[in-house]
């Protein structure tokens, strides 16, 4: 009987695999007239949020700023469609919103680059225009959004 069992278990079908996520460039909405240029900042900061999400969600696809150049006009559909092309199940589309030193939010929406479903939506605030702040929204995020 347990050879049985043993055999019948690995006959299952296995919980179905972590689906691609592919992480496109996040963007930037910056309203705060700051007299400071911070561009060499944001643009750091923004490839930081990409990597410590992919990092924390693991089975990721990155669509470079190049790949995304080669979308004009830039659509949800060319995009999607570049997603699908590395092999990517899902695509996530981040902005982030500052609107004061103190005040950002981030707006993402993770897509089925199939059908252009949405899977999830989330806006999410957080506190201080800095590397740290930047990383602990981008991991918040990042566990927000992981299947259970």
Same mark, same amino acid.
């Not at 049985?4 to 695999?17: G, H, K, Q, S």
């Not at 669509?63 to 995304?68: M, R, S, W």
């Given at each position: 009987?347990?050879?049985?069992?043993?055999? $019948? &278990?690995? +006959?299952?079908?296995?919980?179905? /695999?972590? #689906?691609?996520?592919? %992480?496109?460039?996040? =963007?930037?909405?910056?309203?705060?007239?700051?007299?400071?240029?911070?561009?060499?900042?944001?643009?750091?900061?923004?490839?930081?949020?990409?990597?410590?999400?992919?990092?924390?969600?693991?089975?990721?696809?990155?669509?470079?700023?190049?790949?995304?150049?080669?979308?004009?006009?830039?659509?949800?559909?060319? $995009? &999607?469609? +570049?997603?699908?092309?590395?092999? /990517?199940? #899902?695509?996530?589309? %981040?902005?982030?919103? =500052?609107?004061?030193?103190?005040?950002?939010?981030?707006?993402?929406?993770?897509?089925?680059?199939?059908?252009?479903?949405?899977?999830?939506?989330?806006?999410?605030?957080?506190?201080?225009?800095?590397?740290?702040?930047?990383?602990?929204?981008?991991?918040?995020?990042?566990?927000?959004?992981?299947?259970?």
């Amino acid at each position: 009987m347990r050879l049985f069992l043993a055999l $019948l &278990l690995t +006959l299952m079908p296995l919980e179905a /695999a972590a #689906q691609p996520v592919a %992480i496109l460039p996040v =963007k930037l909405l910056d309203t705060s007239h700051e007299a400071r240029d911070q561009r060499a900042d944001h643009d750091r900061r923004l490839a930081l949020m990409a990597e410590v999400i992919a990092a924390e969600l693991g089975d990721t696809v990155a669509i470079t700023p190049e790949d995304v150049a080669t979308c004009q006009p830039e659509t949800t559909e060319c $995009l &999607l469609a +570049l997603a699908r092309d590395k092999g /990517a199940d #899902q695509a996530l589309f %981040i902005v982030t919103q =500052k609107t004061s030193t103190l005040i950002l939010q981030m707006f993402a929406n993770l897509v089925d680059v199939q059908t252009g479903a949405p899977i999830l939506s989330r806006n999410l605030n957080f506190r201080g225009d800095n590397d740290d702040s930047w990383r602990r929204a981008a991991r918040f995020l990042a566990r927000d959004i992981q299947p259970d």
